[in-house]
């Protein structure tokens, strides 16, 4: 099977196309033709050496996590899927993920049924970023109707789809990100727009009940000065140090959490999430495909950080030689 080989990290120029042999299922794992694999910072920073606690696995071997695809064969010991099924989801974190290849391997905890309203390339979108996005808001930050949400990075990967969700919770959206992406973000359900280029959120906003972080740095502390007394700051980039948390506890009642997908991702939230897209609560939108000889330039390209939605790589046009 085609599939694209990580030869060592610290460089996405060590990526290249290689033709392996197809993974045999175990006997709790489903085999899986991919047809589509959805990119996430993730990948890249994996990739680049940047996460090494998340490399389990020798070198070399096939990167990718978010997958949509068609069951093949199956395992003796699963039953929920059968040949055929088409299913969405999150290979296994950390170590290598395999969604960039015409099959890989997963087991029950980490796919769903594909949602019928969508295609394998908009399912491939949804794992990873919906459930970070749905962890965050609810199971991290118990975001209630009513509550004035701020999400950074509104029109990325986590954060289209967190405005979508807010807003059907009833939450009031407030959202960040440059000009060109205002107009998506008022269709998605932002009912604020902050443009990060022109203007500082700390002196347009105030008594903010949640803050979504998905860009970390500076934006964290700054966003401190926004919440209200007894607001919850979920972030997602990278965990603040206990003393930083503690500082923004005592000095600003402010409940600063990390919230970690790769510990935390479980199948009840992916299949809420299914739900939830399925009910048309939430649609992932999917600024480009890429074909699997170009992950490499999709990598990159979500490393400059202004994807719009999700990128995508579709796997369904390729041959198994
Ligand atoms: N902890 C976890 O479990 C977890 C899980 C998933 C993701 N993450 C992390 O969460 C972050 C977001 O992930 P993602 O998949 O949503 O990323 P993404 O899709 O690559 O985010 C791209 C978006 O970021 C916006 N952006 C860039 N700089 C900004 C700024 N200063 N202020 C506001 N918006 C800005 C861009 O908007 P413009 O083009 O308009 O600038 C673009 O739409 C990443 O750091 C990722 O690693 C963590």
């Not at 609810?138 to 930050?141: A, P, R, V």
């Given at each position: 099977m085609k599939s694209i080989q990580l030869?060592?990290?610290?460089?996405?120029?060590?990526l290249h196309q290689e033709g392996v042999p197809r993974p045999e299922p175990g006997r709790d794992e489903y085999l899986v033709r991919v047809h589509a694999a959805g990119i996430n910072p993730l990948d890249w920073l994996i990739c680049r050496g940047?996460?090494?606690?998340?490399?389990?696995?020798?070198?070399?071997w096939i990167p990718g996590w978010d997958v949509s695809g068609v069951i093949e064969s199956v395992g003796t010991?699963?039953?929920e899927f059968d040949p055929g099924d088409a299913v969405c989801g999150m290979s296994r974190?950390?170590?290598?993920?395999?969604?960039?290849?015409?099959y890989t391997t997963m087991s029950d905890d980490e796919i769903t049924a594909k949602p019928d309203s969508l295609s394998h390339e908009e399912a491939a979108a949804v794992p990873m970023a919906g459930q970070t996005a749905f962890h965050a808001l609810?199971?991290?930050?118990g975001l209630n109707t009513g509550e004035a949400l701020f999400v950074h990075a509104a029109a990325g990967g986590v954060g289209h789809m967190a405005v979508q969700f807010a807003s059907h919770t009833g939450a009031r959206v407030i959202g960040t990100a440059s000009g060109r992406n205002e107009e998506i973000l008022r269709d998605l359900g932002v009912d604020e727009f902050v443009n990060y280029r022109e203007e500082r959120f700390e002196d347009v906003l105030d008594g903010v009940d949640f803050v979504l972080d998905a860009v970390g740095g500076d934006v964290l502390e700054r966003s401190i000065e926004i919440v209200q007394p007894g607001g919850v700051v979920v972030t997602l980039p990278e965990p603040p140090s206990q003393e930083a948390v503690r500082r923004y506890q005592d000095e600003n009642n402010a409940d600063v959490r990390f919230f970690d997908v790769i510990m935390d991702s479980d199948p009840v939230t992916l299949q809420q999430v299914a739900a939830h897209v399925e009910a048309g609560v939430v649609t992932p939108r999917v600024s480009d495909v890429y074909p699997l000889s170009e992950v490499q330039d999709a990598l990159d390209r979500s490393a400059e950080g202004h994807v719009r939605g999700k990128l995508v790589v579709n796997l369904s046009e390729a041959t198994d030689d």
């Open positions: 030869q060592e990290t610290g460089g996405i120029e060590t940047m996460l090494p606690h998340l490399l389990d696995t020798d070198l070399p010991n699963v039953t974190l950390p170590g290598a993920g395999g969604a960039f290849a015409e609810y199971n991290e930050g």
